[in-house]
């Protein structure tokens, strides 16, 4: 996933599949801390970047609409 427009594309794919019981509990909780480990990984970027006061924007954070 580059950026969290595709995050929660993707974790909403993963709530239909646990919801129609296509994936068990144990694979969408897997998912589920990779994507928290991902989005705490680019808040400690945001935070690094704040406390350098630095504005050069995260990939992570940049959607399809900001691109255009």
Same mark, same amino acid.
């Given at each position: 996933m580059k950026n969290t427009t595709e995050l929660r594309r993707k974790l909403?794919?993963?709530?239909? !599949? %646990?919801? $129609? *019981?296509e994936i +068990? #509990?144990?694979? $969408? *909780?897997?998912?589920?801390? &990779?994507? +928290? $480990?991902m989005v705490k990984s680019a808040i400690a970027e945001g935070e690094y970047n704040k406390y %350098?006061? !630095? #504005?050069?924007? &995260?990939?992570?954070? &940049? #959607?399809q609409e900001d691109d255009a």
């Open positions: 909403s794919e993963i709530f239909e !599949k %646990l919801e $129609a *019981r +068990n #509990t144990e694979e $969408a *909780r897997s998912f589920t801390s &990779i994507t +928290n $480990a %350098l006061q !630095k #504005t050069d924007p &995260i990939e992570f954070f &940049i #959607t």
